[in-house]
Nanobody
Framework: QVQLVESGGGLVQAGGSLRLSCTVS????????MGWFRQAPGKEREFAAS????????YSAASVKGRFTISRDNAKNTVTLQMNSLKPEDTAVYYC????????????????????WGQGTQVTVSS
């Protein structure tokens, strides 16, 4: 059974930091590209960051570039999103996602490229 379990969300003041983690089970983790998406109330789910199975390729959305960093630990089946300099507009439910890929350097950025999703974790940034 495939499971993606996010943790680390919460309430933080603007300018603060949070670290989200996602632990994956039921998959060969190193063969999964991993992504973080987010969905604010009344908005579409949008791409935040992704990382290839090998960890050597990462992409970030323009809105988070320079503030959010995605990383992974293939020994622990975990992907992490370090979020710094948080803004109220970062408030959303954050979802971890896994994509089965054949190229270890591929890091997808579209929702429909991902096969498995976590339940999400709420991040709220107060002004």
């Amino acid at each position: 059974q495939v499971q993606l379990v996010e943790s680390g969300g919460g309430l933080v003041q603007a300018g603060g930091s949070l670290r989200l983690s996602c632990t994956v089970s039921g998959l060969i983790f190193k063969m999964q590209a991993m992504g973080w998406f987010r969905q604010a109330p009344g908005k579409e789910r949008e791409f935040a960051a992704s990382i290839s199975g090998s960890g050597d390729t990462t992409y970030s959305a323009a809105s988070v570039k320079g503030r959010f960093t995605i990383s992974r630990d293939n020994a622990k089946n975990t992907v992490t999103l370090q979020m710094n300099s948080l803004k109220p507009e970062d408030t959303a439910v954050y979802y971890c996602a896994a994509a089965s890929v054949t190229r270890s350097s591929f890091a997808p950025m579209r929702r429909n490229q991902y096969d498995y999703w976590g339940q999400g974790t709420q991040v709220t940034v107060s002004s």
